[in-house]
């Protein structure tokens, strides 16, 4: 139930009851806290208080085990560490250290090997024991020690610690050690902590520095890794060296008060586990009878509550009926009778008053609403009632109905945020805006009923109706002006934009004035100027002198009448003086009257042009004259170049065509008077002068290669292969050879010059392939990749790669003389034929399988 639907004698009650129960829980909260605070307090102080003692017991007890074996060790002489039998007898007779010790008396020697025990084991003397921690420590650090629990071999597989002190000559060197067992599985002094329970099911234990169990009522437990780390957190700072209470978790999931002290005698830590259930039960217990009391209390002070608020608003009630029933009352009816002079009575007359002030009121709202009604809905305007809290659109008028095609009903079960484009969170933060009048203008895009976008300007700002906050919005189609700005602004910037970019710098002057009225940033640079020493001054301070201004205009309102624009080249002046040459194109503005108001002028900066001119110029009349010299010089090394093969050609072919004549005599004369081997050598110094002369001819024919004037035609390059293939089939009519020649192959090439390569390429597939049975010879090109790469293809002996770039080098063979015959020129020629056509020759070959030679031309 509401509290504004009860009446005012059940709040008042409530009220004070609330104050009164509000008051007794908070005390008795913070009684209970308190109560609760220091009873755990208490606790936990008593629980460490006892953790604290009985670890005191355990270090008395420890340093008494120490002591009694220090108080023995000087007892034993040197006899007893060297003889086994004599430390036996000392052992078996420390009956006193036999009780305290259960798990046997050892002396160890200063090696680590076992000397004797007690009681005696067989075969056990001289074990080695240096393994044991025990033994490094007292050996490391030269003074009594307690172990780490261990596996005792003396009663097997049984969980012991060992206590140790070191046995000294008189000049302090260690001779052995004496050490005591505990059994902690036995009857010992640190079993009395097992039997020792915290309440019902509270318990002590024991662990070392490494978690392990060295007590613990749970014996399986014993020498076993107690709480695994992260699992109990006080256990974890135990670890680490606290000491006191506190509650936790233990590793069986249960929340214990723990207490943990440290021993002083050893790392070990004693600690102490009582379940907080058992451990604050009586507190609890005690809390619930507390609670109980109060709230019988509190019941009690409710019901007189009542009662008395009952009795002392009975007049209050009694108005509070007649206002009630103001509504079906009407004229005189509607006073309250006045029977009291007290506050009751007082408020009746402010009543009376109220009702004949708010009946007036009501009469002059009427009339203003009536007339706001009127002025809303027949304002051909769009407006709206906005609620800021929700966005929901309370009312509009006929007008807003026009315009987002809308009925009123639809609109006003609408939010604003559904025609609005905003994201909502957007459209809020503007509506609290206008609610705050901070900002009462605004500009957003409005989506109609048939999916349209408009944009709009919204005036807006806060109005009370009916006491509530709504938002008056009066609403303008601004789409066509938002239209033609955009496009003003884009026309605007574009023109901004493309200003900047030019390298021209660009001005835009005033006809009669002569006056900048804009200019671009090249513009800027161009002159050194900044914008304000350039806007609004006159363009006499970007020429050399007055008259240039002068003449400049008069020649462009000249130039005007005649073309239309003006073009000149002409001197201009920087803001430092400089003088720099320019290239000036002007246009005329006009206004609608078809008047000049003002002109265009673009400038170009030609300074580095006309250096570049100049430049050109001094370089074009150098390099006529380093041509003039180049070219003589060429045809008078080209003349001598002829006449040094000319000299070549006739001073080498006379010695060998002697050596030929000379041969063929002494074969004709004296064969019959040479043996075998002298005819051999006569033919082969035969063989040689011909090959010698051929040579002569292939270098002549390589130079001329090199010296020849290129006469380009378009040459049928299969024609050509054709005609080359049928001289070698005339050559050699027995041979089985087939010739594959692509048809049509062109290309614009010198005839004499293409005619060799492809000769040359050609007698090289046919030597090469002359050992095949049936030699096949392509010649073609390929157009795949865009360019013309001719081909000469053939089944020959082939070659190894690695050798390839040795081929066009002249007198360069991959095969002996025996083999083949040739100078090894040719393919230096075809190497050389083809880059004087612009072109470049490769090889792709493999031994056995033949070899293709690839070739391209410049287009």
Not at 456 to 479: A, M
């Amino acid at each position: 139930m509401r509290m504004r639907n009860m009446s005012l004698k059940t709040r008042m009650a409530l009220a004070v009851s609330s104050l009164f129960v509000v008051f007794t829980t908070t005390l008795v909260c913070f009684a209970v806290s308190y109560y609760e605070r220091e009873y755990k307090k208490t606790i936990s102080r008593q629980q460490y208080a006892l953790v604290s003692s009985l670890a005191n017991s355990v270090d008395d007890k420890l340093e008494i085990l120490l002591n009694a074996l220090e108080a023995g060790s000087p007892k034993i002489s040197l006899d007893d560490i060297t003889n086994a039998d004599s430390a036996q007898r000392f052992l078996d007779n420390r009956f006193t250290l036999t009780s305290l010790f259960d798990n046997g008396l050892f002396i160890i020697s200063r090696d680590g090997r076992l000397i004797a025990e007690s009681p005696y084991l067989p075969n056990r003397r001289g074990k080695d024991i240096s393994f044991r921690d025990f033994y490094k420590k007292t050996v490391a650090a030269g003074r009594p020690q307690i172990s780490e629990p261990y596996l005792s071999t003396h009663n097997p597989d049984q969980p012991a610690i060992m206590l140790t002190v070191p046995i000294f000559d008189r000049q302090g060197k260690m001779l052995a050690i004496l050490g005591g067992s505990i059994n902690l599985m036995g009857k010992n002094i640190l079993q009395g902590l097992t039997p020792f329970n915290i309440g019902a099911t509270g318990y002590i234990y024991l662990c070392d520095s490494n978690r392990n169990l060295i007590v613990h009522p749970d014996k399986s437990r014993i020498m076993k890794p107690g709480t695994p780390p992260g699992v109990n957190m006080m256990f974890d700072r135990a670890i680490a060296g606290f000491e006191g209470s506190g509650e936790t978790v233990n590793s069986s999931g249960v929340t214990v008060l723990a207490s943990f002290k440290h021993l002083r005698t050893t790392d070990w830590i004693l600690a102490a586990n009582y379940p907080v259930a058992e451990a604050y039960a009586p507190l609890h217990k005690a809390v619930y009878y507390f609670v109980s009391a109060i709230t019988v209390g509190v019941l009690a002070v409710l019901l007189l509550a009542w009662l008395l608020m009952k009795r002392l608003t009975e007049p209050l009630l009694a108005f509070t009926r007649h206002v009630e029933s103001l509504p079906e009352k009407a004229g005189a009816q509607k006073q309250i009778a006045v029977d009291s002079s007290d506050e009751i009575g007082t408020l009746a007359k402010a009543f009376n008053a109220m009702l004949c002030e708010l009946e007036r009121r009501q009469e002059a709202l009427r009339e203003s609403e009536e007339r706001y009604k009127a002025v809303f809905q027949n304002s051909h305007t769009v407006m709206m009632l906005l609620d800021p809290e929700t966005a929901e659109i309370v009312d509009v008028n006929t007008a807003a109905c026009r315009f987002y095609g809308h009925a009123k009903d639809e609109l006003t079960r609408m939010r604003v945020t559904e025609i609005n484009t905003l994201p909502p969170s957007e459209v809020f933060a503007e509506m609290n805006l206008a609610r705050r009048e901070e900002r009462n203008c605004f500009s957003f895009r409005h989506r109609l009923a048939d999916g349209s976008i408009r944009d709009v300007e919204v005036h807006g700002g806060p109005v009370r109706v009916k006491g509530k906050l709504l938002l008056f919005s009066v609403i303008h189609d601004i789409t066509a002006r938002k239209e033609a700005e955009d496009a003003f602004n884009a026309s605007h910037t574009l023109l901004e934009k493309t200003l900047a970019s030019l390298n021209e710098a660009v001005f835009i002057v005033e006809t009669k004035t002569r006056e900048i009225q804009d200019c671009n940033i090249t513009a800027l640079k161009m002159f050194g100027y900044e914008r304000d020493q350039l806007i609004g001054a006159r363009t006499s301070c970007l020429h050399v002198t007055e008259e240039n201004s002068e003449w400049f205009g008069s020649e462009m309102l000249k130039s005007y009448e005649r073309k239309g624009y003006f073009e000149v080249l002409f001197q201009m002046k920087r803001a430092d003086g400089t003088v720099f040459p320019s290239e000036h194109f002007v246009t005329p503005i006009y206004d609608s009257d078809g008047n000049i108001t003002s002109n265009v002028c673009v400038v170009r900066d030609i300074t580095e042009r006309k250096r570049a001119e100049d430049e050109s110029r001094r370089l074009n009349e150098l390099l006529e004259q380093r041509v003039g010299e180049r070219t003589a010089e060429l045809e008078a090394s080209n003349k001598e170049l002829e006449a040094f093969c000319y000299s070549v050609s006739h001073d080498l072919r006379t010695p060998l065509r002697g050596i030929d004549g000379f041969c063929s005599i002494v074969r004709q004369d004296y064969a019959d008077k040479l043996d075998k081997p002298g005819r051999e050598y006569l033919e082969r110094i035969g063989s040689a002068a011909v090959r010698m002369g051929q040579l002569i001819d292939d270098l002549l024919n390589l130079s001329m290669v090199t010296r020849s004037q290129l006469t380009y035609d378009m040459v049928d390059l299969s024609h050509l292969a054709r005609d080359i293939a049928q001289e070698f089939l005339l050559l050699e009519p027995d041979r089985r050879v087939e010739f594959e020649i692509a048809d049509g192959v062109m290309a614009k090439a010198d005839r004499r010059l293409i005619r060799s390569a492809l000769e040359n390429m050609l007698h090289n597939a046919w030597k090469f392939s002359s050992r095949e049975q049936c030699t096949r010879i392509e010649f073609g090109v390929d157009t795949s990749e865009g360019d013309h790469i001719y081909y000469v293809r053939d089944n020959g002996v082939g070659f190894d790669m690695i050798y390839a770039h040795k081929l066009f080098r002249p007198f360069q063979r991959l095969h002996g003389m025996t083999e083949f015959v040739g100078t090894g020129v040719g393919l230096a020629s075809v190497q050389r034929i083809v880059a004087r056509h612009g072109g470049r020759v490769w090889v792709e070959a493999e031994p056995g399988k033949g070899a293709t030679f690839f070739f391209t031309l410049a287009n």
